[in-house]
């Protein structure tokens, strides 16, 4: 049986390697295959600083929340394990601040001990007048990505570096399964208004001092378009740009300047740090992920497609709650090819 998987940032690796876990055993002829024009570390994925956090409302989307549950349990079991530092996992704690008293999240029973933040740490913050403290979980993506691939690889997984143009360029190569990982160029395989890029921006630093991550929000401007600052074990990323619509990834001069300003006012400290790295990326921003099955049909052609993309930036926050999804899709459509005879190919 052969499956291809199309897309190499976070949500194509590990929904690849939870179907193959899952399923190797019981299909011996399993073959999988990765398609994809960008690989670690030029993904969406890799320009994530890499914090678990979802966005503060779920909109009522009880599913998402509990994708992002299974995630932080499954990373959260990986923690006390050798394969951490490889991963690039480690547990971080910080501020999430606002300017009004806002509802809690629905992920507050996730993270470890979230609270709300005392009048004393309200005052290392001037500006804002509420705030929470939790401990979460960062997941690095230069070092986790590699990690996958490398599980993938051993499994003797293969890999392709290029664009897929359509479905029908992989399936009508005898692939029985495509897994549909595109991020925000899902449209180019299949319309989807819903899909938009939401442009991201950030400055990477040395800043050794920065031990918690700060999460500002504006709740008139919206997610994301406040700054934040996110240490990891190298850099500390800083942002707090999110343009819906925009398509560009090149690095804008008056982004830089939006961010480094807004984060200097709120850690004046970080005006010692030095730059290292700048990036921006489009985030697959739509109101809700696409993770479904779908029967596509052209001409004499037929594929089975698993659809699994539109995790805006939340896609490390979602993913292997996500790849278990597609793997229980991808269990359905097993059981239906075990239960009817093969069709002729035509």
Not at 5 to 24: D, K, M, N, P, R
Not at 62 to 85: C, I, M, R, V
Not at 202 to 211: D, R, T
């Amino acid at each position: 049986m052969r499956v291809a998987v199309i897309g190499a940032g976070v949500i194509g690796l590990s929904t690849a390697l939870c179907i193959h876990e899952q399923y190797h055993s019981l299909v011996p002829s399993l073959e999988m295959e990765v398609y994809a024009d960008r690989y670690t570390p030029h993904t969406t994925s890799d320009g994530a600083a890499g914090l678990w956090q979802p966005y503060l409302s779920d909109h009522g989307n009880l599913q998402e929340t509990l994708w992002n549950k299974e995630t932080f349990d499954y990373l959260l079991g990986h923690l006390g394990s050798p394969a951490a530092k490889e991963m690039g996992l480690f547990l971080i704690s910080g501020y999430n601040l606002f300017t009004q008293p806002v509802p809690d999240p629905s992920w507050k029973n996730i993270v470890l001990g979230f609270r709300n933040l005392t009048p004393k740490e309200l005052e290392l913050f001037p500006g804002y007048s509420y705030g929470w403290f939790n401990t979460a979980l960062m997941l690095e993506c230069r070092s986790y990505l590699p990690w996958l691939t490398n599980r993938l690889m051993q499994r003797g997984v293969k890999f392709f570096h290029k664009k897929v143009e359509s479905f029908q360029e992989v399936s009508g190569d005898g692939m029985d399964v495509v897994i549909n990982c595109t991020g925000v160029r899902a449209g180019e395989l299949q319309p989807d208004p819903e899909l938009q890029p939401g442009r991201g921006q950030v400055i990477k630093v040395l800043a050794p001092w920065v031990k918690h991550f700060i999460i500002t929000h504006d709740i008139e401007s919206g997610i994301y378009n406040s700054p934040y600052v996110i240490p990891g074990s190298e850099f500390t990323v800083l942002g707090g740009i999110y343009q819906h619509g925009n398509w560009n990834e090149e690095n804008s001069a008056q982004d830089h300047k939006t961010i480094w300003e807004n984060c200097c006012r709120l850690l004046p400290a970080l005006q010692k740090a030095k730059i290292v790295q700048e990036w921006s990326g489009l985030r697959p921003a739509r109101p809700w992920v696409r993770l479904e099955r779908e029967t596509v049909r052209h001409g004499h052609f037929q594929a089975e497609v698993i659809h699994n993309y539109g995790h805006g930036g939340f896609g490390i926050t979602i993913h292997w709650g996500c790849a278990m999804a597609a793997a229980r899709l991808f269990g359905s459509i097993l059981q239906e090819k075990l239960a009817s005879p093969p069709q002729p190919r035509l």
